[in-house]
């Protein structure tokens, strides 16, 4: 791991702290198996707010510590390692993006400060189809009056259930599949024609489809400049996909040492199942996938705090290498257990579940290495 | 090199087909639903009475056991017979009459093992479906060292008395009976390990169900406390039941290659795939994952290749060839691999686990992509698999 800051290893150790002690995997079972809707425990997430989490890059301005992002890294690879539910990822990450990044003044001041001390969650309303294609965006948003009116769906919307907001790509011209004419709202969830179903996810996190009937909103719930969202949007998307990739370097460190202790203590033929020499080479191999991860998550993450012109290959590179890490590692993890890794009881399975998951939002390896080639000019 | 005459075949084809178009039940050309699985027993529910009707049918005619002697209830049918079968079966895209442990595996030992009195008390009920099988081999010290269980089995004079416990026994809960690997000599590794057959409304026999992270309970913890179990359900010598357990897995490895762990229901991946990720200029649009489902189809294609001719050179030499070692591994594989690429093509539709907003047939999906991570574990894990093939086939021996 590349030098912290004093802040850094406190901010780290106290995640590692509070994450053991109040969000262990146990608790994740727990949500699942009471059914939650909103898929988190809001007292969790309030605590989060109250140890600075939420708004770890948000403007001090706007109540935040603006750390930077390599900072909330920290954080979001700890939460991960429990596979902690929490709208970090959604609401600190992406939504404090959009809004740092490209709000005016007004909506700063209305939801920044919220957003720090964990007071809103706000999901990313941004995909159409089953895979992520920011610029398919089709949702139609008409004038109408000084305001607008939407009129579209958005499925697999990430806390979907529990947000009080949602950061909506809407076309407002061109046809779908170009970058031009797509601009970002922020639709409170209470406005009239919009609702949402909740789906039951495999790891069981709180998404729903969200559904816009003519809903009309002000001129002031466009975030940035109309028909001009996409730049902003792939710059928020770069954050998330950054964060989400050391999230899921955390759950891949997990799922890898619980793997590792039980190469050490399973013993089969007489002896601990790690002697075995074709075990140890793949846990080697999974290793060096797991450092290589590592820089590829600290590059993107350093590079987003030092504005560094490399930014957006930096993040699919992160996010890519994180979905293959994370892929390998949690198959892994089931098959080096044997029949206790398929069962419900042992949280391999939960680790796979949630790989997935994480592996397909803000893009998957096959689309960000496709982007990557495209940025890199081949 | 045939055991019928080619003419003789054709006229068997043809009365086979008509006997087939004439018996079997057209209510059963719907999809089949995992509940609907025939696997009979003496607690089998048939939501269609047709799916017994048929069962009952191909049973009378020993076809459910195409091969076994008509003497236990079996069809008598040469290989080339069986396969003629076989293929009108898969013309008619026939359901399964029966699934059965009792009929993958433990008939085919018992064929070469047992005693007369077994043969005829325990074959014919498993040809009709009456009785249904689990196998107790796997225990919690004892898996890919399957030799090192510790199941006890005593010899009480007129009885034996077992004491112990199974784990990841399939269907336990459902079974009628089991066919059971117990410890009889502990002064001995292998050799103390006999083969037994007793009925699971023993007294002090408890399954347990275990849920797998697909939902579902297909497997228990069987506990065995002072069960009784009398002394001709003994397969074999005492002491000499690792001959047979290992026969029987093969019997298993090759079933589950043959079925090809039962993928391919369903959706076809490229349909999948051009539906969720779209078509551009008639291709999957997605470059990447097109040239990954062509990788896994080729890879398909050259399994179902090995596969025949695995089974044409194993029958001119009248032994296993080497091909037939690897193709558990393969099957493995191939059914993971083709899972993976369907969860992935279907996108967030593969992620679902129940309820509105999935399609129930990407829900399905990801039940058996989840399923499918247990193919490289169940009846043998691949690492045992290739050590079996770096050792026996290729001469590698371990570093002394
Ligand atoms: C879906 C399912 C159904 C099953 N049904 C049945 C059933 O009906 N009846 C029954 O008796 N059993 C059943 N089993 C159990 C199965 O046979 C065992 O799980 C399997 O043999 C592995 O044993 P284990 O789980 O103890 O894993 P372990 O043997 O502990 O293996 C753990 C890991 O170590 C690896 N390993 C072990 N030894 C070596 C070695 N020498 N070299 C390299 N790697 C090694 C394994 O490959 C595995 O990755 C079922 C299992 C599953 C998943």
């Not at chain 2, 003496?42 to 269609?48: C, E, G, I």
């Amino acid at each position: 791991m590349a030098v912290l800051t004093e802040e850094q290893v406190m901010l780290k150790d106290a995640a590692k702290g509070w994450v053991s002690e109040r969000s262990p995997v146990s608790a994740l079972r727990k949500l699942r198996d009471a059914d939650v809707d909103v898929g988190f425990d809001r007292a969790a997430w309030a605590e989060m707010g109250q140890m600075g989490w939420a708004g770890v890059v948000v403007p001090e301005t706007y109540g935040g510590s603006e750390f930077g992002y390599r900072s909330l890294g920290l954080v979001l690879e700890e939460t991960g390692r429990t596979l902690t539910n929490s709208p970090l990822v959604s609401t600190a990450l992406f939504a404090a993006s959009v809004l740092t990044l490209g709000a005016g003044a007004a909506q700063k001041e209305a939801w920044l400060g919220r957003i720090a001390e964990a007071g809103a969650v706000i999901a990313p309303a941004i995909d159409e189809h089953a895979h992520h294609a920011p610029a398919a965006t089709a949702l139609a948003a008409t004038r109408s009056g000084d305001g607008w009116t939407l009129t579209g769906k958005k499925p697999f919307v990430l806390d979907g259930m529990a947000a009080d907001a949602f950061i909506v790509a809407a076309r407002t011209s061109g046809k779908p599949g170009e970058e031009a004419g797509i601009t970002l709202f922020l639709v409170p969830a209470s406005a009239p024609g919009l609702s949402r179903t909740r789906l039951k996810t495999v790891d069981s996190r709180g998404a729903a489809d969200v559904s816009f009937e003519g809903v009309a909103v002000g001129a002031d719930t466009v975030i940035g400049q109309a028909d001009q969202g996409f730049g902003l949007l792939d710059q928020a998307l770069d954050r998330a996909r950054a964060g989400l990739a050391a999230e899921m370097l955390g759950q891949a460190s997990q799922a890898f040492e619980i793997t590792l202790d039980y190469l050490k203590t399973r013993v089969q033929f007489g002896q601990v199942i790690g002697t075995f020499q074709s075990l140890q080479h793949r846990a080697a191999k999974m290793f060096t996938e797991l450092e290589m991860t590592r820089s590829c998550v600290e590059a993107a993450l350093d590079a987003i705090d030092s504005n560094g012109n490399d930014v957006r290959a930096l993040c699919s590179l992160a996010k890519a290498k994180a979905s293959e890490t994370v892929h390998l590692v949690s198959n892994e993890m089931v098959q080096m257990h044997g029949g206790i890794g398929m069962t419900d009881a042992h949280d391999a399975g939960l680790y796979m579940k949630r790989a997935r998951v994480s592996e397909a939002l803000f893009g998957g390896a096959s689309f960000h290495r496709d982007r990557y080639a495209t940025l890199m000019g081949y | 090199m045939t055991d019928s005459a080619p003419t003789e075949l054709d006229a068997f084809r043809a009365e086979t087909r008509a006997w087939l178009e004439q018996n079997y039940p057209r209510s059963l050309d719907a999809p089949m639903a995992e509940d609907d699985a025939p696997w009979g027993g003496r607690r089998a529910k048939w939501s269609n009475p047709d799916a017994k009707l048929w069962l009952d049918r191909m049973a009378a005619k020993g076809w459910t056991a195409p091969t076994w002697p008509t003497a236990y209830g079996g069809g008598g049918l040469s290989a080339e017979q069986n396969r003629v079968l076989q293929q009108e079966l898969i013309r008619l895209k026939a359901r399964p009459a029966l699934m059965s442990f009792g009929l993958w595996m433990l008939g085919p030992v018992l064929l070469e093992y047992a005693t007369e009195e077994q043969k005829q008390k325990f074959l014919p009920p498993i040809v009709r479906g009456e009785i249904r099988w689990c196998q107790g081999y796997s225990e919690p010290g004892a898996g890919s060292d399957l030799a090192g269980l510790q199941t006890r089995c005593e010899d009480q004079g007129d009885h034996y008395l077992v004491n112990g416990q199974k784990v990841w026994t399939s269907y336990a809960d459902q079974a009628d009976w089991i066919f059971c690997l117990v410890r009889t000599d502990t002064s001995k590794k292998h050799e103390g390990i006999s083969f037994l057959l007793f009925d699971m409304t023993t007294p002090g026999v408890e399954p347990r169900p275990i849920k797998l992270i697909s939902g579902s309970s297909p497997f228990c913890e069987t506990f065995f406390d002072n069960v009784k179990v009398p002394k001709d359900q003994l397969v074999g010598r005492l002491n000499g039941g690792w001959d047979i357990a290992k026969r029987l897995l093969q019997y298993e490895r090759q079933n589950i290659s043959a079925s090809g762990f039962g993928g391919g229901a369903g959706p076809e991946l490229e349909d999948v795939a051009k539906a969720f990720v779209g078509v551009s200029g008639g291709k999957i649009a997605d470059p990447d994952l097109r040239a990954r489902i062509a990788e896994h189809r080729m890879y398909a294609k050259a399994f179902a290749l090995t596969v025949r001719r695995a089974e044409a050179e194993s029958k001119a030499a009248k032994g296993p060839s080497a091909a037939t070692s690897i193709i558990k591994y393969a099957a493995a594989k191939m059914n993971q691999d083709r899972s993976e690429l369907m969860v992935e093509a279907l996108g967030t539709q593969g992620l679902g686990w129940e309820g509105e907003g999935f399609d129930p047939d990407a829900l399905k999906a990801t039940r058996a992509w989840l399923r499918s991570k247990g193919n490289s574990i169940e009846g043998g894990t691949s690492e045992v698999n290739l050590n079996v093939v770096a050792k026996r086939v290729l001469g590698l021996l371990d570093h002394q």
